[in-house]
């Protein structure tokens, strides 16, 4: 299959080498950068595998091309860590003067934290949050490191639960658009909750209406506001509904995990990730 002949040895990599800047190797699809010009070669060579692997299993699941032609080869670009966080982002950019998909690396070693995510966020570009959330943490889930933020360790479904209970539940009529750039956090929180929710969401979604299903909403969102009744046959609300009835169901028993997050949330929302992160590293 396409994803498969991505993953073999012979990729198409030049490496060109500018010591005082980055390294750069170009693969069919994807620019990959070191910016930080001092990661050691070993590493650098992991990443590339790396990166080319989980763009390949997200053209195979979505069953996508790479939409070269239109935008040309998305930038993937290794930064040196953030401050405060391990993550990656996706913004439009502008390289060699024309306008490009960019996603940004912070940290995360050999094990990038949402960078599957954020590829299906270039792959499939969008301004609404709900939206793109929903497709980027279907990938992450399948593709990418499930200490990522916002599943943090544990499920989004987990998670929803976990907000439910202490009533810190965002409705998703509420989780709106945003504009294209560099995504700015206000409020680590609330930004939190949306990822998780819009995650289990986009997961009921397909476990119900299938992959397709989720395909088509995407691409008809792209002219038309959310088109949940020309999609799935239903409301928002009532689609919610049914979402939260569904997890309910599935969360049945102690629900020893759901209360671990439910505390951590109670103690501190803000650092609740990270905490839930140090417990499932520990596990």
Request: hydrophobic share 40%.
């Amino acid at each position: 299959m396409m994803g498969k002949r991505l993953l073999t040895l012979g990729i198409a990599l030049s490496l060109a080498v500018v010591p005082w800047i980055r390294a750069e190797v170009e693969t069919p699809h994807l620019i990959i950068r070191d910016v930080t010009g001092s990661m050691p070669a070993e590493t650098f060579e992991k990443l590339i595998k790396k990166v080319d692997r989980t763009f390949a299993e997200i053209l195979e699941f979505w069953s996508a091309g790479p939409r070269t032609e239109e935008w040309g080869k998305i930038i993937v670009e290794f930064e040196k860590p953030l401050p405060n966080a391990v993550s990656s982002v996706f913004l439009w950019g502008k390289d060699k003067g024309k306008r490009a998909r960019i996603v940004k690396v912070y940290g995360g070693g050999e094990h990038p934290h949402q960078l599957a995510h954020k590829l299906t966020s270039a792959l499939f570009p969008n301004s609404d949050k709900l939206i793109r959330n929903m497709m980027g943490e279907a990938a992450e889930l399948r593709f990418g490191n499930p200490v990522s933020f916002p599943m943090c360790g544990y499920t989004t479904d987990e998670w929803v639960m976990a907000l439910l209970q202490i009533r810190s539940f965002i409705p998703l009529a509420e989780i709106g658009a945003d504009q294209d750039g560099v995504p700015r956090i206000k409020d680590r929180a609330k930004q939190h909750t949306c990822y998780a929710e819009a995650g289990s969401f986009g997961e009921f979604l397909m476990e119900i209406y299938g992959v397709d299903k989720m395909k088509k909403f995407n691409r008809l969102s792209s002219t038309k506001s959310r088109p949940w009744e020309e999609t799935f046959g239903s409301s928002l609300e009532k689609l919610e509904s049914d979402w939260l009835d569904f997890v309910k169901s599935k969360s049945r028993g102690p629900g020893s995990r759901v209360a671990i997050l439910v505390k951590l949330l109670q103690k501190n929302p803000v650092m609740a990730c990270d905490a839930a992160q140090d417990i499932a590293g520990k596990k």
